[in-house]
């Protein structure tokens, strides 16, 4: 480790401690406030879950990426797993029926362009050193919008079934009533990205740019990454907010039990078939010639 870097995050027993203690007031508070979407969901455990798992994780990326950085089959299987793990985060985090891999083309879409003009014009050199940072910033940052504008556009589609069933009886095409009440809502996965942007260097100062600075270069130069990595993250999300979008809107991306169309729950149809008509008894028919004479 360098000076500065140790500097920063001296690595000792203390360290260990301090992190277990705040994975634990995080799962505590979340608990204690009943932070749970769901009776039979814990927010607890998936917190510390996910302080376990990342822990783990980033153990054995620490091996793997000196290899992933020298070899161009390493450096394309990681590139491989990140984007496979991605996908399936995104898509369990959407819907839990087959649908959920749908979530690799707003990813794809918004990563693969971008990667590939930074590779064209030679901004990002074809290395490991290089490619992988700058690839999973630009995943991670399409992962998180992919889920939000999904389930966005879902849960509104579904609380105002109402105004898409209304539109589609005035005309509207299916694609176009599930727009008008999805667009807005899934708009705001921009949002965090967006104030990232606005308030760069006033209220955070990103991995990137930390990451130079640890590394030796100068401030301007930092800067200037850092801006370049938060632009291109902004086209990413942008893309991957209007290709999910898209698959919602068309019926491609849903949930299970609901209507695909308007958003709805199915409503199962069922037929009843009713008693065959009797046929009238001779007793009947006379009495009725009676009544007639």
């Not at 009943?34 to 009776?39: A, F, G, T, W």
């Not at 510390?48 to 992933?68: C, K, M, N």
């Amino acid at each position: 480790m360098t000076s500065s870097a140790a500097s920063l995050v001296p690595v000792n027993p203390t360290l260990g401690i301090l992190l277990t203690a705040l994975l634990l007031v995080a799962a505590a508070v979340a608990r204690w406030c009943r932070l749970d979407p769901h009776p039979y969901k814990s927010r607890a455990r998936e917190i510390l879950l996910a302080g376990f798992r990342a822990a783990a994780q980033l153990a054995l990326v620490s091996v793997v990426i000196t290899w992933a950085v020298k070899s161009v089959p390493g450096l394309m299987a990681f590139l491989v797993v990140m984007f496979a793990v991605a996908v399936r985060t995104a898509g369990r985090r959407i819907t839990s029926n087959h649908t959920w891999w749908l979530t690799a083309a707003p990813i794809a879409a918004g990563v693969a362009p971008v990667v590939v003009v930074l590779l064209a014009t030679g901004l990002v050199p074809f290395k490991g050193v290089a490619l992988i940072p700058v690839t999973g910033i630009l995943i991670g940052g399409a992962l998180t919008v992919t889920v939000l504008a999904g389930r966005r556009a879902l849960d509104e589609l579904s609380q105002r079934r109402g105004e898409v069933e209304a539109a589609m009886a005035l005309g509207f095409p299916d694609r176009d009533a599930r727009m008008e009440i999805a667009r807005p809502t899934a708009s705001e996965a921009l949002l965090p990205g967006l104030d990232q942007t606005r308030t760069v260097g006033l209220v955070t100062l990103p991995g990137a740019f930390v990451g130079m600075l640890l590394g030796g270069a100068s401030p301007f130069l930092a800067g200037v990454v850092q801006l370049f990595v938060l632009i291109a993250l902004m086209a990413v999300q942008a893309i991957a907010v209007a290709v999910t979008l898209e698959l919602v809107t068309r019926h491609r991306l849903y949930r299970p039990g609901r209507d695909t169309r308007t958003g709805g729950l199915r409503k199962a149809r069922r037929f009843f078939r009713g008693p065959a008509p009797s046929r009238p008894s001779e007793s009947s028919q006379a009495a009725g010639a009676r009544i007639e004479s």
